[in-house]
């Protein structure tokens, strides 16, 4: 970290860390299938993340011991659906995920390019004022992933869109624990009772960003949401920049603030803010009897007053070795190997749908009986050309028995079931459910009395 004047520092933040629940990959794995076919349009994502104290809840409740070093966004089966309702102990983090077809396109994708063009619209919300009103779109997911449909693997890179300013926030002083600076239970009791307000007038989860306002010398503390930062910035009170806090670092803040402080530099042009670091549970009924959440003093050095260029963004997450690059979650090993047998032919019809039949009706297919006079060498290769495109319910008719020369050139066929002439009409059993788990036992009428042909 550097350090800058005497009693200073660069301001550091703890970044986010992707956590992403299987059923994530599943809902995407289908939207793949069904909707996005070949496409690559980036699609609307919503994660979630919790402050602190949520956090350490839950991994209290998992049996967690220490908590980890790190804060979470959350994905989801959800995380694709927009209007999902939101958990009340989480803050929305809006954004798009993109799918592409093969890995060499996840290789050609500009990471750099990627998260400018995020930063660029976050830039011109700050510019708008539209961020003021609408808080949430200061805090952003983007991802870029592919998915080996067949081998149920995905390859992916996450990015949590951070706005660098011309000259970076500074750390004026340690961290102060909110007890030190309100110490009247009575006014903390006000804070608490606001964010439970603020929390009730939301209809999508709590505000990432708000603003605590105190008259007189503290003791009536008032939350108010973030659009009245500069009706409340420009009063004689003292007043605090609140935000729901990830971070459990004692001296370090969570990513959100680093947007936060943007919009303070380049749009209120304030030279130093006070921070309340929220890190409490949002829906507890009672405020905490030792509260977790942290007051910062922060200098906002000035920059160009008239720069209005677009700024520069980082917010990649690094990977399992601490790196950055992409990561890598294999589900094959928690598959049913038989449902992977059927996913994996019924992609290879949606493929050859996707790029050349467009109007093949796969599902047509599947529910059509076939009847097939003879189960020799032609009636085999008939058969498997009639599953590869996706017929599923076949029923043989076959006059005889198999010879030693049939298994070479019949695929339904073993050399057991010419030694034992007794068990003919069994001989496709061990071979049929090969395909695709869904087919049905394979009939054999009248049992099979062709007689071996040496």
Request: some cysteine; charged content about 20%.
């Amino acid at each position: 970290m550097a350090s800058g004047d005497e009693g200073t520092k660069v301001l550091a933040h703890l970044s986010f860390s992707s956590s992403i629940d299987p059923a994530f990959w599943t809902v995407l794995s289908e939207l793949k299938m069904t909707k996005l076919k070949l496409e690559s349009t980036p699609q609307p994502l919503c994660a979630l993340y919790s402050p602190a104290a949520a956090a350490a809840h839950r991994s209290e409740q998992d049996g967690g011991g220490d908590e980890p070093a790190v804060a979470w966004m959350n994905l989801s089966g959800e995380s694709l659906d927009i209007a999902f309702e939101t958990s009340r102990r989480s803050v929305r983090a809006g954004g798009t995920v993109m799918v592409v077809n093969t890995m060499d396109a996840f290789k050609d994708i500009d990471k750099k390019d990627h998260l400018n063009k995020a930063a660029a619209e976050m830039s011109a919300h700050v510019d708008s004022g539209a961020a003021e009103q609408d808080p949430s779109l200061l805090v952003r997911c983007e991802g870029v992933v592919f998915s080996d449909l067949k081998n149920y693997k995905h390859v992916y890179w996450f990015a949590f869109p951070a706005l660098c300013p011309p000259v970076p926030p500074v750390l004026a002083g340690a961290p102060a624990p909110l007890s030190t600076r309100l110490a009247s239970a009575d006014t903390r009791q006000l804070l608490h009772r606001g964010v439970q307000q603020l929390l009730e007038a939301s209809s999508t989860g709590m505000p990432p960003f708000f603003v605590v306002d105190l008259a007189g010398s503290g003791d009536v503390c008032t939350v108010r949401p973030f659009s009245d930062v500069q009706a409340v910035a420009a009063g004689s009170n003292e007043w605090w920049l609140a935000f729901v806090d990830p971070s459990n670092f004692a001296t370090n803040p969570g990513w959100p603030l680093r947007n936060a402080l943007f919009l303070l530099q380049r749009r209120l042009k304030l030279t130093a803010v006070t921070v309340l670091c929220y890190r409490d549970v949002l829906d507890a009924k009672e405020p905490p009897q030792e509260s977790r959440s942290i007051v910062l003093q922060v200098g906002l050095p000035a920059g160009d007053p008239s720069a209005t260029s677009i700024p520069t963004a980082v917010g990649w997450e690094a990977n399992a070795k601490g790196k950055m690059g992409a990561r890598i979650v294999d589900l094959a090993p928690f598959m049913d190997p038989r449902r992977r047998a059927v996913e994996s032919a019924d992609l290879n019809l949606k493929l050859m749908r996707w790029r050349f039949l467009p109007d093949l009706d796969i599902d047509k297919l599947a529910c059509t009986k076939v009847l097939l006079v003879g189960a020799g060498t032609l009636g085999c290769n008939v058969a498997r050309s009639l599953m590869a495109w996706g017929f599923r319910d076949l029923v043989f008719v076959d006059n005889g028995k198999v010879s030693f020369s049939n298994p070479t050139r019949q695929w339904l066929f073993e050399f057991s079931d010419c030694v034992d002439p007794a068990r003919p009409s069994e001989g496709t059993h061990p071979r049929y459910p090969a395909s695709p788990p869904p087919l049905p036992p394979l009939p054999l009428f009248p049992p099979p009395r062709r007689p071996p042909t040496l």
